[in-house]
């Protein structure tokens, strides 16, 4: 086909972390190619290694690159994968030709080896895969075969030949099994991994097998140490059949070994469902805290709250303060209480709503926390159904042609006001009506209950989310000022409203002129996430992948800038958490920068919550 300079690019994985732009330099010049530009290097999302984007510079390197070089050998004799830059839509469908390999000789086969089979075998093929594990030491790095692969055929065609024809035949001394493989099949999770905590430092991964071999057959074995191979303390027993490991799990878990030490036995689960279903049993132990003063401590609230017995943990939020002595941690006045018993929480609502909550003079705030989604739909709903309710008092009594005049009749107002409040600035005493300029009000009083309204002010939790004003708790300072401007910023002269006939319309009202409005300073971060992720995820060759590929692809993209927003520590947590998300929430939350930048957020403060 017809190529321009721009696509002379091919995409390389599976590089070893130390892999320099130079050394891939180095390696193209000594197989006979010159004038390349590596445009990009970036460390996986993930796993310890790096990816590249290479441009080839004519379309003779990129012959021989795409056709001799396809799995070359960059550094410590690792084999990486050299692919094409395809965005005709060839790759559309690839489910339909690709098949899973098994039973690979770990030794041996590599994807070199792998594709030259299949293709002398059975015929062309687009690309291929071994799964491996490349770990990095103090001064090595090693590289395993997992001892399966994928392949991905040229035709379906080419897919049911192989697998009538190739199905256990022998690659390099051992029998290999190949099926088709499906993204649509959704597979349940096989109960047979499990995992083992409790037992001391001297125990092995022979006692292990020792200890759930009389269960049934055993996959593997797997405990976990160290950098000085020092045990963790706890492992990974895999079954090969279901039964022997719901077997094991009710007669191992919490059997004493002695020492003082019990084994804990339980279904391995990945962590983004660990901390989900963790987010999910704390969700009604977890309160919201404010309006304490400065000076108090996490050991003051505490004690307020029940002591160790019934509080698990406090959290007070802070920020850094520069004063004289240097850089200090000021309190930010709220913070987070999580209890030990879901119910002792509930008991502190119930109290908080039959009366108030002094702690050193100030009336506490407290509440459940709310995650954003919730917060959002329903602070949505409120707004609507606040609205109506006081057109509904306001109409009270009304006939139906006469509600729906007073109701075209309040819109006009609103709109007429809203128009008003927006050109001056937010509002001023022009019109009259509202708090005097000189008006004051003791928001710390414990004044009669009857003032309070359902019109609750919002919280901040550690999930991002906000606090949900369920007990309708007495508005904050902003809100009365805002609903001091609002009714500052109504006009003076309504006319008068006429029962069961057509209403006048509103007086107009003269409008001060519009306050001039800096435009806003450009976002870089915004707009580059926009050229790079957004552009990615619309673009045409994205469609064309498959769901585990647009996967990674999204990874590799945002995480730069998860880094940025996380640091070097939370990224790959982070990033791993957002790409394992439902594939429809990934996808909106990646559309927009602001989308990306939440959930960083949700996914630093699980973390926190986590350790």
């Given at each position: 086909k017809n190529m321009s300079q721009d696509d002379y690019l091919v995409h390389i994985s599976e590089l070893t972390t130390d892999v320099e732009k130079q050394d891939i330099e180095e390696f193209f010049k000594n197989n006979g190619i010159e004038g390349i530009s590596v445009s990009v290097l970036k460390p996986h999302y993930k796993l310890p290694i790096k990816w590249a984007k290479v441009q080839m510079g004519s379309s003779a390197n990129y012959e021989k690159a795409t056709t001799e070089l396809r799995y070359p050998h960059i550094k410590h004799g690792i084999e990486s994968r050299l692919l094409e830059n395809i965005t005709d839509g060839s790759l559309k469908g690839t489910s339909e030709t690709n098949a899973v390999v098994k039973g690979l000789n770990k030794e041996k086969v590599d994807s070199a080896l792998l594709d030259k089979f299949f293709s002398e075998n059975v015929g062309p093929i687009k690309c291929c895969k071994v799964s491996k594990t490349i770990e990095n030491h103090d001064t090595s790095i090693s590289c395993k075969s997992n001892g399966y692969g994928f392949v991905n055929f040229a035709s379906k065609e080419l897919l049911d030949k192989a697998v009538e024809e190739l199905n256990g035949k022998e690659l390099e001394g051992e029998a290999i099994t190949i099926e088709r493989y499906n993204k649509d099949i959704k597979r349940e999770a096989k109960f047979n991994n499990l995992y083992v905590r409790g037992f001391d430092e001297n125990f092995t991964e022979d006692d292990l097998k020792s200890l759930f071999s009389p269960y049934g057959e055993l996959g593997s074995v797997k405990l976990m140490v160290d950098e000085q191979g020092k045990s963790r303390l706890f492992g990974f027993v895999?079954?090969?059949?279901?039964?022997?490991?719901?077997?094991?799990?009710?007669?191992?878990?919490?059997?004493?070994?002695?020492?003082?030490?019990?084994?804990?036995?339980a279904k391995f689960e990945k962590k983004a469902n660990r901390w989900a279903a963790l987010k999910k049993s704390l969700a009604r132990a977890n309160l919201y805290v404010r309006n304490f003063d400065k000076n108090v401590t996490e050991d003051d609230l505490k004690k307020f709250f029940g002591g160790d017995t019934v509080v698990r943990n406090v959290r007070i939020m802070t920020t850094d303060v520069n004063r004289e002595d240097g850089v200090v941690k000021e309190s930010k006045q709220f913070g987070f209480v999580s209890f030990n018993n879901p119910n002792d929480a509930a008991k502190i609502i119930q109290k908080y709503q039959n009366e108030d909550l002094e702690f050193n003079n100030k009336q506490l705030y407290v509440n459940y926390y709310e995650d954003k989604s919730a917060?959002?739909?329903?602070?949505?709903?409120?707004?609507?159904?606040?609205?109506?309710?006081?057109?509904?008092?306001?109409?009270?009594?009304?006939?139906?042609?006469?509600?729906?005049?007073?109701?075209?009749?309040?819109?006009?107002?609103?709109?007429?006001?809203?128009?008003n409040f927006q050109s001056q600035g937010f509002g001023g005493n022009q019109y009259g009506g509202g708090y005097g300029e000189n008006y004051q009000h003791n928001y710390n009083r414990r004044g009669p209950r009857h003032h309070r309204g359902p019109y609750g002010g919002h919280s901040y939790n550690q999930y991002g989310g906000h606090g949900q004003n369920m007990y309708n708790r007495p508005p904050r300072q902003?809100?009365?000022?805002?609903?001091?401007?609002?009714?500052?910023?109504?006009?003076?002269?309504?006319?008068?409203?006429?029962?069961?006939?057509?209403?006048?319309?509103?007086?107009?009202?003269?409008?001060?002129?519009?306050?001039?409005?800096?435009?806003?300073?450009?976002?870089?971060?915004?707009?580059?996430?926009?050229?790079?992720?957004?552009?990615?995820?619309?673009?045409?060759?994205?469609?064309?992948?498959?769901?585990?590929?647009?996967?990674?692809?999204?990874?590799?993209?945002?995480?730069?800038?998860?880094?940025?927003?996380?640091g070097e520590e939370s990224a790959p947590k982070i990033t791993g958490m957002i790409i394992d998300l439902p594939f429809h929430d990934l996808i909106n939350s990646v559309q927009t920068y602001e989308g990306l930048e939440d959930k960083i957020r949700e996914g630093l403060e699980l973390l926190q919550e986590d350790s």
């Open positions: 895999c079954f090969v059949e279901t039964e022997p490991a719901l077997k094991a799990v009710e007669e191992m878990d919490k059997k004493d070994l002695g020492n003082g030490h019990t084994l804990y036995v917060r959002k739909k329903r602070l949505a709903t409120s707004k609507k159904d606040n609205l109506m309710g006081i057109l509904d008092q306001t109409l009270g009594g009304q006939g139906g042609d006469g509600q729906n005049n007073m109701m075209e009749y309040f819109m006009q107002i609103f709109q007429q006001y809203f128009k902003e809100m009365h000022n805002s609903y001091a401007n609002a009714s500052a910023g109504m006009p003076g002269n309504v006319p008068p409203m006429v029962v069961g006939g057509n209403m006048p319309p509103p007086t107009a009202t003269p409008q001060a002129p519009p306050v001039p409005v800096q435009p806003p300073v450009a976002n870089v971060s915004a707009s580059k996430y926009t050229a790079d992720v957004v552009a990615l995820v619309n673009s045409a060759s994205f469609s064309t992948l498959s769901e585990d590929d647009k996967r990674e692809k999204i990874g590799e993209e945002i995480y730069s800038y998860v880094l940025e927003k996380a």
